[in-house]
């Protein structure tokens, strides 16, 4: 859960509007930050981390080539 919370504040910030602490509690600021992120890949935007949104939303920290962490999807 803490890894898509930072995804979601590192990789969404300009789209939630707000930071959202990574405390591993899949609460509602995540859940409408989860919305606001799925609506803007114009997927189903129903709050729930399935399959459609690990395939199409951005994760964080993925390496690029000189070893800075980045977003980007897997």
């Known amino acids: 859960m803490r890894i898509l919370q930072e995804s979601l504040d590192n990789c969404y ?25 799925q609506r803007s890949h114009g997927i189903s935007a129903d709050g729930a981390y399935g399959p459609q949104s690990r395939q199409n939303l951005s994760h964080h920290g993925l390496r690029t080539e000189q070893g800075a962490g980045t977003c980007g999807q897997l």
């Open 13 to 37: 910030w300009n789209i939630i509007g707000a930071q959202l602490v990574a405390d591993g509690d899949f609460g509602s600021k995540t859940r409408d930050a989860l919305v606001k992120a």
